[in-house]
């Protein structure tokens, strides 16, 4: 049983659509995927239809931009409901931070002699509904400024490099609790990973635990094998949830192949009772595992 819990279609910013990401899955032999996409859930639709015609489980989820001590921090929330209101606003009040960073980072990038235009930012990103930096990256790219989306975030986009613009991320603790009344459940995304090590240590991910987090994304290629470790320590220790993932991006990520790091059944299992439960608790109409 091969089970990957977070990839990224064109509904945010992967470069695959639904469709395409869900048959490559099934193609990758994976049993079990999850789409979460930055965000949004507005590629669950096709690719619940994608799994049924190719066979495979499919769990529906997002995940979310939130600040924590002022540090992005990203929440996978599985199975909420995607039409409860306070978590509707809260994502609408994220996608339209990142609507406005684009042209922030278009002045900033010009300001470095670099013209981009805005409209063929849009063009690239296609059907996205969550406009994001791999999406200036690509158009870098088409521009012939870097050779790569990875290039790009190193030399401009990444925080801390002349490019990079700050925007709107939930709070932390008030994310998790929203997931919890949509009847969802929250994995907290490579925490210790290259972009965010040091922001949430054991003593972070235990207040989180008490404030509802189910689980930790322990196998992800941000991390080290000490780092592994010691989360999945941590995970048992707090009685967490300990998955892992590939965080695929079609060809946006390189070395983030469908499956190259998996989840534990045993670990599915409990995350999926964990969910079972909010969505009792919530009384919500949650979407179910598409089974495959
Ligand atoms: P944004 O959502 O606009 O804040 O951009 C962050 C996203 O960019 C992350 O979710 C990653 O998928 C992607 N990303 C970050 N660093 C890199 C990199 N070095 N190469 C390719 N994609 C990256
Ligand atoms: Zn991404
Ligand atoms: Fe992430
Ligand atoms: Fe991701």
């Given at each position: 049983m091969r089970i990957d819990l977070h990839t990224h279609s064109r509904a945010s910013d992967g470069t695959q659509s639904p469709e395409e990401l869900v048959h490559a899955a099934a193609a990758a032999g994976l049993d079990v995927l999850a789409l979460t996409d930055h965000d949004t859930s507005a590629g669950w639709e096709s690719a619940t239809r994608a799994a049924l015609e190719a066979g495979i489980s499919l769990v529906l989820g997002m995940e979310i931009s939130t600040r924590y001590a002022g540090r992005g921090v990203h929440l996978l929330g599985y199975l909420p409901d995607p039409t409860y209101p306070p978590l509707v606003e809260e994502l609408q009040r994220i996608v339209e931070g990142r609507n406005h960073r684009v042209p922030e980072t278009l002045v900033r990038l010009?300001?470095?002699?670099?013209d981009l235009d805005a409209d063929e930012v849009r063009r690239l990103a296609g059907p996205t509904a969550a406009l994001g930096r791999p999406h200036i990256a690509d158009a870098l790219v088409a521009a012939g400024v870097v050779v790569s989306r990875d290039e790009a975030f190193q030399e401009l986009l990444s925080a801390g490099r002349p490019g990079y613009v700050d925007r709107y991320a939930a709070p932390l603790a008030e994310m998790i609790g929203l997931v919890r009344e949509a009847g969802g459940v929250s994995v907290v995304a490579?925490?210790?990973?290259?972009q965010d090590p040091g922001v949430l240590d054991e003593a972070g991910l235990a207040e989180l635990a008490g404030q509802g987090l189910a689980?930790?994304?322990?196998?992800?290629?941000?991390?080290?094998?000490?780092?592994?470790?010691r989360l999945r320590s941590i995970a048992r220790d707090l009685g967490l949830v300990a998955t892992g993932s590939s965080d695929h991006h079609g060809l946006g990520?390189?070395?983030?192949?469908?499956?190259?790091?998996?989840?534990?059944?045993?670990?599915?299992?409990?995350?999926?009772?964990?969910?079972?439960?909010?969505?009792?608790?919530?009384?919500?109409?949650?979407?179910?595992?598409?089974a495959g």
């Open positions: 010009a300001e470095l002699g670099i490579h925490p210790w990973g290259r689980g930790i994304e322990v196998d992800h290629e941000d991390h080290s094998a000490q780092s592994r470790d990520k390189a070395g983030h192949e469908l499956g190259c790091n998996t989840t534990d059944p045993e670990q599915l299992e409990r995350l999926l009772a964990l969910a079972a439960e909010a969505a009792r608790a919530s009384g919500r109409d949650v979407p179910a595992v598409v």
